[in-house]
C-alpha cells in the first residue's frame, strides 16, 4: 500500500525557519498538499499542487517536492503556527495517503 | 466560500451500521472538477481518506475500506452521504466530510486533487 512518513515531531524557536518532511516512493512525481491542524479544529489547507498558497495562507509557508521527499517550510515561525501538520499524495485514484503527522512546536 | 455540515448519530453499536449526511451550501456537488470526501480521524491519531464522489457521480474508495463503504450523492438535495457497515470500536473517530478540488484536470482527476474546505467534523463512537 502506498505510505507517506514524517517525523512525529518538530521544535523550532520563534522567529526560526521549521522544516517538516514527508516521504514516499516517487514522490516528487505526484502532487502533494499540505495541511493544518489545530487542537479541537479541522484542517486546514496551507500548500497545494507542491508549492502553491490558497488565499490567505501567509507568505511564510512554502513548499517543495523532489526525488522521494516533499518538504513544507515555515520561515519566521510565530507561536500561532504550533498545530499538527499533514502531508497528502495519491498513488492512484483508489490510494490516496496522508503521512502520519507531524507536530510543530515553537519555543 | 462553500460551508458543509455533517451530521450523524454520534454513537453506534458494534456490527451495526453508520450513516452520516453532509449537507453543502454555496456550491454544488456537481461543480466541475470537485470530489467530495469523506476522511476520519481516530481520538488522537492521524487522518485516513475514505472515499470520494466525484462532480460525474463516478465513486473512489480506500482500497482498505472498499468492501465496507458507500459514498453516494443527492444532487436535488445537494449532500452527499457516507455508509459504513459492520462496525468495530477501530472504526470510532471523527468524520470530516471535505470538498476535493482539481482544477486542470479535464476529466476525473482525484489523484490531482486537494482539499479545499472541510466540514466541522462528526464524532462517531462505536460502542455497545
Known amino acids: 500500500s502506498f505510505e507517506l512518513t514524517q517525523p512525529p515531531s518538530v521544535a523550532v524557536s520563534p522567529g526560526q525557519t521549521a522544516t517538516i518532511a514527508c516521504s514516499g516512493d516517487?514522490?516528487?512525481?505526484?502532487?502533494v498538499s499540505w495541511y493544518q491542524q489545530k487542537p479541537g479544529q479541522s484542517p486546514v489547507l496551507v500548500i497545494y499542487r507542491d508549492t502553491k498558497r490558497p488565499s490567505g495562507i501567509p507568505e511564510r509557508f512554502s513548499g517543495s517536492n523532489s526525488g522521494n521527499t516533499a518538504t513544507l517550510t515555515i520561515s519566521g515561525a510565530q507561536s500561532l503556527d504550533e498545530a499538527d501538520y499533514y502531508c497528502?499524495?495519491?498513488?492512484?485514484?483508489?490510494?490516496?495517503?496522508f503521512g502520519g503527522g507531524t507536530k510543530v512546536s515553537v519555543l | 466560500q462553500v460551508q458543509m455540515q455533517e451530521s450523524g448519530p454520534g454513537l453506534v453499536k458494534p456490527s451495526e451500521t453508520l450513516s452520516l449526511t453532509c449537507i453543502v451550501s454555496d456550491d454544488s456537488i456537481s461543480a466541475n472538477n470537485c470530489y467530495w470526501t469523506w476522511i476520519r480521524q481516530p481520538p488522537g491519531k492521524g487522518l485516513e481518506w475514505i472515499g470520494s464522489i466525484s462532480y460525474t457521480g463516478k465513486t473512489y474508495y480506500n482500497s482498505s475500506l472498499k468492501s465496507r463503504v458507500t459514498v453516494s450523492g443527492d444532487t436535488s438535495k445537494n449532500l452527499f452521504s457516507l455508509t459504513v457497515t459492520s462496525l468495530t470500536a477501530a472504526d470510532s473517530a471523527v468524520y470530516y466530510c471535505a470538498k476535493g478540488y482539481a482544477p486542470a484536470c479535464g476529466g476525473d482527476c482525484l489523484d490531482e486533487a486537494y482539499f479545499e474546505s472541510w466540514g466541522q467534523g462528526s464524532l462517531v463512537t462505536v460502542a455497545s
Open positions: 516517487r514522490l516528487g512525481d505526484k502532487f
Open positions: 497528502l499524495a495519491w498513488e492512484s485514484s483508489s490510494s490516496g495517503a
